[in-house]
């Protein structure tokens, strides 16, 4: 299970305060507390700031300087993505590209110059896939048209989208369904899923994230956007991992009780 | 998810302790306990017991005074269900018959003289189906010899069993897989499944169980035999029901959240 680290986001309240201030000492904090707890990606975004730009080319550098892991590129604008990427040193992951035209040729040709990898949402100008067959469809489109920018499959994160079960019922088994068919249709793509939204609207949010997560770990999602240091995910994806065979004699399983980081230990 | 209370079970000392000095108001509290935490049936067994039959008797007659809901009639001697049974009122479920000659024909023919329902575990004279294919095999050969005995589909709940990950890694999966392709093979079959076998030899067991119930009801397993006042155990199934579009508006979730059963309520 690949894991993308989510805390250095402007919509943190901390973590906007932190940039507008040029504080580098707190980013790289919130950087290094995250690759320990086990970050293969640190996403940075900048996108509540007024400079986003600006903001976000120094994050970059600030998370280069402090560690080797690589960076998961986050914004919603096609430009600053553009801008920033010249000083990103490491295969970058572009969260995100979908299918609308003013995202999807600016950020899919920037292939031609640089070794990326992409987070691909399964949403076109016209339609957000609600779906399990819109999902699929969509899936298919953000397949052939990373193929036309000479895209691997092993570079593209599909997201199938997930949204509240508060709202609609059937939205949780819509996104399970499409990320199985996901994963058997294009051997060699990744699929990959936000937690928080399955819960919005919901008391216990968090029991319901992991227990979405867990589900999607069966219908074979290997990458994640989460907070590592969520001792609840982290403890289900280790879990996870024993119970579906990608943890030989649970030594990584065991290893993590030892380390405190599953319930009842320490 | 129909759920069978475990907790009357003469394996715990507290029980056989209260079942030797024929303690009724002890028994009748376990029942009851269960019966308000959303057990539909309780599990009654008095293997530990020098005088099983008798005290399962006792079992019986205390639990069913106390109330309405119904038995599963837990032994591993199908003489001493035989001679239990009658005092049996509602219909009950037999925890368990196997391919074992010595107890498949005792029990299934049970069938002719009462109403009844089985727990049927994927287990013969020379195997203990511990891979998918066997697993699979061993189903399709208790649906058979239940059809002999005239058992509809509908009252048949077939165990595949599991073996603890930490020393067979695939056990899980291969579980799982089979309860899938089991409810896919014979619509209208039950599945059922025990919970802390997977866990055994690995610590922080009850997060293993709990992940392990999670997958297994994306699969469609449609009941379990757990201790239903365990809160984790039970806010899983509720947070199960909630996403895989079993629970409209997730409207039992929010009522088990104001109840205080889900982590975080109250």
């Known amino acids: 299970m690949l894991i993308i680290g989510e805390r250095i986001n402007s919509t943190r309240k901390l973590i906007s305060e932190a940039i507008a201030r040029r504080d580098a000492s707190f980013i790289i904090d919130e950087a290094l507390t995250q690759v320990a707890a086990g970050a293969d990606y640190l996403d940075v975004n900048a996108g509540h700031m007024p400079d986003e730009q600006d903001s976000l080319k120094w994050l970059v550098e600030v998370v280069q300087g402090a560690t080797e892991t690589p960076i998961c590129l986050d914004s919603a604008s096609p430009e600053v993505i553009r801008k920033v990427i010249p000083l990103v040193d490491k295969t970058p992951i572009i969260n995100s590209v979908t299918l609308e035209s003013v995202r999807l040729e600016p950020l899919l040709s920037i292939v031609g110059s640089k070794k990326v990898k992409f987070i691909g949402l399964c949403q076109s100008s016209d339609k957000l896939a609600s779906t399990r067959e819109a999902k699929l469809e969509l899936a298919g489109r953000l397949v052939e048209e990373g193929c036309k920018f000479n895209v691997p499959l092993d570079d593209l994160y599909i997201d199938p989208l997930v949204f509240p079960i508060a709202t609609d019922s059937s939205s949780a088994l819509s996104t399970l369904d499409a990320i199985r068919e996901i994963m058997e249709s294009f051997p060699g793509v990744h699929t ?51 119970l579906l065979n990608q943890d030989e004699f649970c030594l990584e399983f065991i290893e993590a009780y030892r380390e405190g980081r599953l319930p009842g230990s320490r």
């Open 192 to 242: 990959i899923c936000g937690m928080t939204n399955v819960s919005y609207g919901l008391p216990a949010r968090k029991l319901v994230n992991k227990t979405f997560l867990t589900m999607a770990m069966l219908c074979k999602l290997d990458s994640v956007i989460i907070d590592p240091t969520d001792k609840e995910i982290y403890a289900a994806i280790k879990a996870g991992n024993a």
